[in-house]
């Protein structure tokens, strides 16, 4: 069983530019790993794999029985209830493997975000399906619920898509991988970490061929200076004008070298070394050479003058059905915190406390971790209502956060990743002095991720990020709190 794409071009309507163009791919079974930035079409890909989008040109065939697991969590799979009511012995066997109680899909609305992402990938393996796309489906979720899912998908007989930034999933499942890469899509065989390697090797290999055509182009540029001065020098030399009228021998040599040809080999030759030149130069630019941002996005940022901008005695909140107790804590105007914790245990019960202590003078940058359509809305409307100098700035932090400013200007088809960095960007310029962020690498791709893990580790203010990835915890935050077991510890 195969699945072929062929030639497919897609174009959202309204949308200045196409999602796709001209994208082939072979699809064997197992896993493929689809990588690549933000905003690059990777979901429109899987849609259009999947059927449930019809390309405006090239096609996806055979058709096959599909299953698609979208990014967002925030609404129940179509096929809940009937999963919910299937006790034959494989949906049993399924909801144990991942932990999901008989109960959960009945409240699903009331499940943390990674418990919702968890049913959503379940009721997608329960339909077994020939072709199964996954966008993002370690979102959310906690580390234990990772390894369930894991265990889960490597069971799948069919053709699995897998679109996402976890490295430890796709070198877990990924036996090729289909990269989008400045502008192309290269599908190469192998988990993630072998594919990167291949596109490192690829990229070096390409930097040392457009210097080697740098310097050949630079040499032949040279060369086609000294031929033309040579050519100019000659003519000079050949030309009767400044010869006395009466030197007949003089006249007569120029007239030979003119019968002869003499006078035209230096320009020929010239002419011949530019157009080497202009060769050469057209193979450097051809050479491309994918090119990243690396530097701050805080030149004018500061922390708040007052020393503590939040302290909370030791007390208990309504956290679910129970009760989470919270010890003695406070924010540093320049304190890194990193909140952790398993799925359900109450870390957004408590970024929404802190944030409802927080004195009204203290600006805060908030970003959650789903962004509902409303306010997805407003934030393209707020950019392009923007003067021109705002708009700017934004897009330009924008594009430091790996992103294509143009693409989010048009606003049409923003990914949540891509709405994510806007929001981040537009709160930047605001001058905030503390940042709150839930889970902010969700529907970031790698090299976003890496781009905001700097950023938020240069941060000169205070930060408090709520995360399952330790380590961009450890990178970029010097202050834990986890949480779990209906309490909270300072680490």
């Given at each position: ?121 379940a009721v997608a393996l329960w339909q077994s399906p020939d072709v199964l796309v996954l966008d993002e489906p370690t979102n959310h979720v906690d580390a234990p619920c990772r390894v369930q899912l894991t ?341």
């Amino acid at each position: 069983m195969v699945l072929t794409l062929r030639n497919i071009a897609y174009t959202y309507p309204a949308s200045p530019e196409p999602a796709l163009r001209n994208v082939s791919a072979t699809f064997a079974v197992g896993w493929c790993g689809i990588v690549g930035d933000n905003g690059c079409g990777k979901s429109t890909l899987a849609r259009i794999a999947c059927g449930l989008l019809a390309p405006d040109a090239g096609e996806a065939f055979p058709h096959l029985a599909s299953a698609y697991c979208p990014q967002s969590a925030a609404e129940p799979p179509a096929l809940l209830e009937d999963f919910a009511c299937d006790f034959s012995r494989e949906a049993v066997l399924l909801r144990a493997s991942l932990g999901i109680e008989d109960d959960m899909p009945w409240r699903f609305n009331a499940l943390s975000f990674g418990e919702r992402k968890k049913i959503q990938v379940a009721v997608a393996l329960w339909q077994s399906p020939d072709v199964l796309v996954l966008d993002e489906p370690t979102n959310h979720v906690d580390a234990p619920c990772r390894v369930q899912l894991t265990h889960a998908l490597q069971k799948f007989p069919g053709i699995g898509l897998l679109i996402s930034h976890d490295r430890e999933l796709l070198n877990s499942l990924a036996s090729s991988c289909l990269m989008h890469e400045d502008g192309a899509w290269v599908q190469r065989p192998g988990a993630y970490d072998q594919a990167r390697a291949q596109s490192e090797r690829e990229q070096a290999e390409a930097l040392s061929r457009k210097a080697a055509a740098k310097r050949e182009a630079a040499r032949l540029a040279a060369e086609a200076d000294a031929r033309a001065h040579q050519a100019a020098r000659t003519a000079t030399r050949l030309s009767a004008r400044h010869l006395d009228k009466h030197d007949s021998d003089g006249r007569a040599k120029r007239r030979l070298a003119v019968f002869t040809g003499q006078d035209g080999k230096a320009g020929a030759l010239a002419s011949a070394m530019e157009a080497r030149a202009a060769r050469a130069r057209q193979k450097e630019r051809q050479i491309r050479v994918a090119k990243r941002y690396d530097g701050s996005l805080w030149l004018d940022a500061k922390p708040h003058p007052r020393p503590t901008l939040l302290f909370m005695d030791a007390h208990a909140v309504p956290c679910g059905q129970g009760t989470l107790f919270l010890p003695t804590l406070a924010v540093g105007r320049t304190d890194h915190i990193g909140i952790a914790g398993p799925n359900g245990a109450g870390k957004s019960t408590l970024v929404r406390h802190l944030l409802e202590r927080l004195p009204d003078d203290i600006p805060a940058l908030v970003v959650p971790q789903e962004v509902p359509p409303k306010a997805a809305r407003e934030a393209i409307e707020r950019l392009r209502a923007a003067d021109e100098a705002r708009k700017g700035r934004i897009l330009s932090v924008v594009a430091q956060l790996n992103s294509d400013a143009e693409r989010i200007l048009s606003g049409e088809n923003v990914s949540p990743g891509e709405l994510r960095k806007l929001m981040v960007a537009e709160g930047v310029l605001d001058g905030p002095a503390l940042i709150v962020m839930d889970e902010p690498t969700n529907h970031l791709d790698l090299h976003s991720a890496e781009a905001l893990e700097r950023a938020l580790a240069a941060y000169p203010g205070a930060l408090v990020v709520v995360s399952h990835d330790r380590d961009f915890l450890a990178a970029c935050t010097g202050i834990r709190w986890d949480v779990g077991g209906g309490r909270v510890e300072v680490r």
